[in-house]
Nanobody
Framework: VQLQASGGGFVQPGGSLRLSCVAS????????MGWYRQAQGKQRELVAR???????NYADSVKGRFTISRDNAKNTVYLQMNSLKPEDTAVYYC???????????????WGQGTQVTVSS
């Protein structure tokens, strides 16, 4: 199983970016999916999370600016980031709780990270 994230980049304050993360490989089902971020010198933190049923939760710092969504048919999770601030600068990682076939065990998988830089 692999998670491939994309969509990071450099943007000025107030700008927008959309991150995507697609899961591939031997997958029976995908449960919750989410985005985390890690700024330089800081711990990794939850940005947003979405369940299979569509329930969402967000970090307080991004509420009203970021929107998480998923396309179950494409095994993909998105993060639309608007009104970006310099403090949003970080490496963003996607995460998915995936149940694999045969054993039906569930594991946490992580993408490789994509850099988001917000600066004037």
């Amino acid at each position: 199983v692999q998670l491939q994230a994309s969509g990071g980049g450099f943007v000025q304050p107030g700008g927008s970016l959309r991150l995507s993360c697609v899961a591939s490989g031997s997958i029976f089902s995908i449960n919750a999916m989410g985005w985390y971020r890690q700024a330089q010198g800081k711990q990794r933190e939850l940005v947003a999370r979405i369940t299979t049923g569509g329930s969402r939760n967000y970090a307080d710092s991004v509420k009203g600016r970021f929107t998480i969504s998923r396309d179950n048919a494409k095994n993909t999770v998105y993060l639309q980031m608007n009104s970006l601030k310099p403090e949003d600068t970080a490496v963003y990682y996607c995460n998915a709780e995936i149940t694999i076939p045969i054993t039906y065990l569930t594991y946490d998988y992580w993408g490789q990270g994509t850099q988001v830089t917000v600066s004037s």
